[in-house]
């Protein structure tokens, strides 16, 4: 992990305004940075051993569903995350929302959002939450409204623990107020079905796209879903 945190720290700070592979924040110093490096896997030769480690691939076998995952190899294949303390623009510490949110739900859904804890994730240092159960219930996809009768929880991890999710969860991360976090991103999708007709795009387009949803989520953070992050609480037990 530590190799791994080594490898995000020289993309992020490879990283350009306009390189197409990235999404910005700006931190509590007035400091702009890469908060979110596509295509890791390509730039990291530890984090593409960890996916070709047979445990890794397992992780796909969790449920009695058929998935398929991208290839660490050839593919943007995972997303490197830096979640700074303070940031004021941007969207390194993501509101309320679900995966298919900014669309995509027919093609993905439900599959399996895989998060590699390269740091710990705390209270202190931005770990995630989750509306239990959200991924079957007929909800919102930003938001979470007070009288939601589901149980809302975090997830805590240590170095290399690893969290997955289905990708209809409602979830979101707290801001790191002591230490930073960082964490990459990957999944496993449903794999196709007999007489399924699966887009084709290229790698650059797909990236393109990725690195568009920074804007469009940059707009959402703006709407008073990020102030809902703050307050999150653990649900009594």
């Given at each position: 992990?530590?190799?791994?945190?080594?490898?995000?720290?020289?993309?992020t700070?490879?990283?350009?305004?306009?390189?197409?592979?990235?999404?910005?924040?700006?931190?509590?110093?007035?400091?702009?940075?890469?908060?979110?490096?596509?295509?890791?896997?390509?730039?990291?030769?530890?984090?593409?051993?960890?996916?070709?480690?047979?445990r890794?691939?397992r992780?796909?076998?969790?449920?009695?569903?058929?998935?398929?995952?991208?290839?660490?190899?050839?593919?943007?294949?995972?997303?490197?995350?830096t979640?700074?303390?303070?940031?004021?623009?941007?969207?390194?510490?993501?509101?309320?929302?679900?995966?298919?949110?900014?669309g995509?739900?027919?093609?993905?859904?439900?599959?399996?959002?895989?998060?590699?804890?390269?740091?710990?994730?705390d209270?202190?240092?931005?770990?995630?939450?989750v509306?239990?159960?959200s991924?079957?219930?007929?909800?919102?996809?930003?938001?979470?409204?007070?009288d939601?009768?589901?149980?809302?929880?975090?997830?805590?991890?240590?170095?290399?623990?690893?969290?997955?999710?289905?990708?209809?969860?409602?979830?979101?991360?707290?801001?790191?107020?002591?230490?930073?976090?960082?964490?990459?991103?990957?999944s496993?999708?449903?794999?196709?079905?007999p007489?399924?007709?699966v887009?084709?795009?290229?790698?650059?387009?797909?990236?393109?796209?990725?690195?568009?949803?920074?804007?469009?989520?940059?707009?959402?953070?703006?709407?008073?879903?990020?102030?809902?992050?703050?307050?999150?609480?653990?649900?009594?037990?």
């Amino acid at each position: 992990m530590a190799a791994i945190v080594t490898e995000l720290d020289d993309a992020t700070a490879a990283a350009t305004r306009d390189d197409g592979q990235s999404w910005w924040a700006r931190d509590g110093s007035g400091e702009w940075y890469a908060a979110r490096v596509l295509g890791f896997n390509e730039k990291s030769p530890g984090l593409r051993a960890v996916m070709h480690d047979e445990r890794f691939a397992r992780l796909g076998q969790l449920t009695d569903d058929e998935f398929t995952r991208r290839d660490p190899d050839t593919t943007d294949a995972a997303e490197g995350l830096t979640k700074r303390i303070g940031v004021t623009d941007g969207i390194s510490d993501v509101p309320w929302h679900k995966d298919c949110s900014p669309g995509g739900h027919s093609f993905r859904c439900c599959g399996l959002t895989v998060g590699v804890c390269l740091t710990p994730a705390d209270r202190e240092s931005g770990e995630l939450g989750v509306v239990a159960g959200s991924h079957r219930a007929n909800v919102q996809g930003g938001g979470v409204r007070a009288d939601l009768d589901l149980p809302r929880v975090t997830l805590p991890a240590d170095t290399g623990d690893i969290t997955i999710h289905c990708s209809c969860t409602l979830h979101m991360s707290r801001p790191p107020v002591s230490r930073e976090r960082r964490v990459v991103y990957t999944s496993f999708a449903q794999a196709p079905r007999p007489g399924d007709v699966v887009p084709t795009l290229d790698r650059d387009a797909i990236r393109r796209s990725r690195a568009d949803l920074d804007g469009a989520g940059r707009r959402l953070s703006t709407r008073g879903y990020g102030g809902e992050a703050q307050q999150f609480e653990l649900d009594p037990a």
